[in-house]
Protein backbone atom coordinates (compact mmCIF):
# COMPACT_ATOMS: atom_id res chain seq x y z
CA UNK A 1 0.00 0.00 0.00
CA UNK A 2 1.04 3.37 -0.54
CA UNK A 3 0.13 6.12 1.34
CA UNK A 4 2.38 8.99 -0.66
CA UNK A 5 -0.04 10.18 -3.28
CA UNK A 6 -3.36 11.58 -1.48
CA UNK A 7 -5.66 13.11 -4.42
CA UNK A 8 -5.93 12.80 -7.63
CA UNK A 9 -4.02 14.40 -10.24
CA UNK A 10 -5.77 17.11 -12.72
CA UNK A 11 -8.37 15.16 -14.02
CA UNK A 12 -9.23 14.97 -17.87
CA UNK A 13 -12.57 12.66 -17.50
CA UNK A 14 -14.47 11.93 -14.36
CA UNK A 15 -17.60 10.08 -13.66
CA UNK A 16 -18.92 9.35 -9.93
CA UNK A 17 -22.02 7.63 -8.61
CA UNK A 18 -23.67 6.92 -5.58
CA UNK A 19 -24.01 3.51 -5.44
CA UNK A 20 -26.62 1.33 -2.67
CA UNK A 21 -24.09 -0.89 0.14
CA UNK A 22 -25.90 -4.13 -1.25
CA UNK A 23 -24.28 -6.92 -3.18
CA UNK A 24 -26.46 -5.29 -6.03
CA UNK A 25 -24.84 -2.03 -5.47
CA UNK A 26 -21.37 -3.44 -5.94
CA UNK A 27 -22.23 -5.63 -8.89
CA UNK A 28 -24.18 -2.24 -10.37
CA UNK A 29 -20.64 -0.34 -9.60
CA UNK A 30 -18.76 -3.16 -11.50
CA UNK A 31 -21.48 -2.55 -14.50
CA UNK A 32 -20.91 1.16 -14.66
CA UNK A 33 -17.73 0.97 -14.58
CA UNK A 34 -17.67 -1.33 -17.68
CA UNK A 35 -19.91 1.23 -19.28
CA UNK A 36 -17.72 4.59 -18.42
CA UNK A 37 -14.62 2.59 -19.48
CA UNK A 38 -15.71 1.43 -22.76
CA UNK A 39 -16.99 4.95 -23.21
CA UNK A 40 -13.07 6.43 -22.71
CA UNK A 41 -12.14 3.83 -24.84
CA UNK A 42 -9.85 2.11 -22.16
CA UNK A 43 -9.39 -1.01 -21.43
CA UNK A 44 -11.38 -3.01 -19.31
CA UNK A 45 -8.45 -5.21 -17.18
CA UNK A 46 -7.65 -4.82 -14.59
CA UNK A 47 -10.18 -1.66 -14.06
CA UNK A 48 -13.12 -3.62 -13.78
CA UNK A 49 -11.27 -6.61 -11.41
CA UNK A 50 -9.96 -3.70 -9.15
CA UNK A 51 -13.94 -2.23 -8.88
CA UNK A 52 -15.31 -5.02 -8.20
CA UNK A 53 -13.05 -5.74 -4.96
CA UNK A 54 -13.04 -2.02 -4.00
CA UNK A 55 -17.32 -2.11 -3.99
CA UNK A 56 -17.04 -5.33 -2.35
CA UNK A 57 -15.50 -4.45 0.48
CA UNK A 58 -17.43 -1.31 0.96
CA UNK A 59 -20.53 -3.33 1.10
CA UNK A 60 -18.91 -6.67 3.25
CA UNK A 61 -16.71 -4.26 5.70
CA UNK A 62 -18.24 -0.58 4.88
CA UNK A 63 -21.27 -1.27 5.16
CA UNK A 64 -23.64 1.15 7.42
CA UNK A 65 -27.65 0.78 7.50
CA UNK A 66 -28.89 3.31 5.64
CA UNK A 67 -25.76 4.79 3.94
CA UNK A 68 -24.08 3.70 0.75
CA UNK A 69 -20.98 3.92 -1.13
CA UNK A 70 -19.66 5.87 -3.72
CA UNK A 71 -17.48 4.89 -6.95
CA UNK A 72 -15.55 7.40 -8.80
CA UNK A 73 -12.80 7.35 -11.78
CA UNK A 74 -10.95 9.55 -13.15
CA UNK A 75 -8.39 9.67 -15.44
CA UNK A 76 -6.27 11.91 -15.66
CA UNK A 77 -4.80 14.34 -18.01
CA UNK A 78 -1.12 12.05 -18.17
CA UNK A 79 -3.50 9.04 -18.84
CA UNK A 80 -3.68 7.95 -15.27
CA UNK A 81 -6.56 5.88 -14.07
CA UNK A 82 -7.66 6.20 -10.12
CA UNK A 83 -10.97 4.22 -8.68
CA UNK A 84 -11.91 5.38 -5.83
CA UNK A 85 -14.77 3.82 -3.30
CA UNK A 86 -15.82 6.12 -0.50
CA UNK A 87 -17.94 3.92 1.98
CA UNK A 88 -19.54 5.12 5.69
CA UNK A 89 -16.58 3.01 8.39
CA UNK A 90 -14.11 5.29 8.02
CA UNK A 91 -12.68 3.89 11.36
CA UNK A 92 -12.67 0.59 9.70
CA UNK A 93 -9.75 1.33 7.65
CA UNK A 94 -8.40 -1.81 5.17
CA UNK A 95 -4.42 -2.78 5.69
CA UNK A 96 -1.91 -4.10 3.48
CA UNK A 97 -0.40 -7.58 4.58
CA UNK A 98 3.25 -9.02 4.94
CA UNK A 99 1.84 -12.30 4.04
CA UNK A 100 -1.12 -13.56 2.21
CA UNK A 101 -3.79 -14.43 4.82
CA UNK A 102 -4.49 -17.89 5.54
CA UNK A 103 -6.80 -19.56 3.33
CA UNK A 104 -10.42 -18.33 3.56
CA UNK A 105 -13.59 -17.92 2.05
CA UNK A 106 -12.86 -13.99 1.93
CA UNK A 107 -9.36 -11.70 1.88
CA UNK A 108 -7.95 -12.08 -0.46
CA UNK A 109 -9.98 -8.71 -2.32
CA UNK A 110 -6.85 -6.62 -1.25
CA UNK A 111 -4.47 -8.95 -2.27
CA UNK A 112 -5.82 -8.86 -5.58
CA UNK A 113 -6.23 -4.81 -5.75
CA UNK A 114 -2.29 -4.48 -4.51
CA UNK A 115 -1.37 -7.02 -7.57
CA UNK A 116 -3.42 -5.33 -10.18
CA UNK A 117 -2.79 -2.00 -9.19
CA UNK A 118 0.35 0.15 -9.62
CA UNK A 119 -0.45 1.94 -6.03
CA UNK A 120 -3.64 1.99 -3.64
CA UNK A 121 -4.16 3.62 -0.26
CA UNK A 122 -6.81 4.77 1.53
CA UNK A 123 -7.95 8.25 2.88
CA UNK A 124 -9.88 9.40 5.33
CA UNK A 125 -13.12 11.76 5.72
CA UNK A 126 -14.82 13.39 5.44
CA UNK A 127 -15.98 11.65 8.79
CA UNK A 128 -17.05 9.22 9.28
CA UNK A 129 -15.97 8.10 5.68
CA UNK A 130 -13.04 6.50 3.98
CA UNK A 131 -11.92 6.50 0.66
CA UNK A 132 -10.16 3.42 -0.40
CA UNK A 133 -8.01 4.15 -3.82
CA UNK A 134 -6.11 2.57 -6.56
CA UNK A 135 -4.05 3.71 -9.53
CA UNK A 136 -3.28 2.13 -13.15
CA UNK A 137 -0.32 4.06 -15.25
CA UNK A 138 -1.26 4.21 -18.52
CA UNK A 139 1.12 0.93 -19.48
CA UNK A 140 -0.50 -1.17 -17.31
CA UNK A 141 -3.93 -1.44 -18.87
CA UNK A 142 -3.04 0.07 -22.60
Same mark, same amino acid.
Given at each position: ??????????? #? %??????????????????????????? =??????????????????? @?? %?????? /??? /????? @?????????????????????? =????????????? #?? #?????????? @?????????? @? =??????????
Amino acid at each position: MNQGITAPRTP #L %HQFTVPLSATRRGARLARLLAVEQLVA =WELPLDPARLIVAELATNA @VV %HGRVPG /RGF /RLTLT @VTVDGVLRIEVADARGESAPVA =WDAPPEPAESGYG #LL #LVEESADRWG @VLPGPFPCKT @V =WAELEPGRFR
